[in-house]
């Protein structure tokens, strides 16, 4: 049997293109993509910013921690987590226990950039959503970096070269 290890999960803010790269990567490596918030909406039957309306962070964190908890079990997958799944321990360790932590890095103005416009980004919609990913960085890149085997920064380079660059670091730490 395969061991959970062979699990590959992507981490990083809003915008670090952690469900972009993630399914190129899972086709070259021919493994199966998750995208942790798409399975929450599944099972909701609503998207995110509608459970955010109806049960507040507090509630879509719960919800969130159980699919992390499921998903993370599974084997020979790549998993784009959503960028706040690190903010309770035990995602945490499930993460870093059962698989490959990728942390994808941007700093809070690419972030920005990428994100603008983006109504399905619930944190972002109360306030200015430049200094909102500048706070959500301060506190999260240290939980990141804490639990990720790879460090890759994803200003730059394309999709393509990303993939390559994140397939390499995976063989070379094999």
């Known amino acids: 049997m395969n061991s959970p290890k062979n699990n590959i999960f992507l981490i990083g803010l809003m915008g670090a293109g952690k469900s972009t790269v993630g399914k190129v990567l899972a086709k070259k490596l021919g493994r199966r993509f998750l995208d942790a918030d798409h399975v929450i909406e599944e099972r909701c039957g609503v998207k995110i910013p509608v459970i955010f309306e109806m049960e507040g962070e507090a509630g879509f964190r719960k919800r969130e921690a159980q699919v992390i908890r499921e998903i993370t079990a599974e084997h020979e ?37 990428r994100t603008k416009g983006g109504d399905g980004r619930p944190l972002l919609r109360n306030g200015d959503a430049k200094k909102i990913l500048e706070n959500l960085y301060t506190i999260r890149d240290p ?32």
């Open 77 to 113: 997958i790549v998993l784009a987590t959503g960028g706040g799944a690190i903010l309770f321990p035990d995602n945490r360790q499930a993460l870093k226990e059962r698989g490959t932590v990728i942390y994808l890095h941007a700093n809070p103005n690419e972030l920005w950039h």
């Open 143 to 174: 939980l990141y970096r804490e639990i990720a085997d790879h460090v890759i920064e994803t200003g730059k380079p394309s999709v393509n070269q990303l993939v390559n660059t994140l397939i390499m670091q995976l063989e070379l730490s094999a």
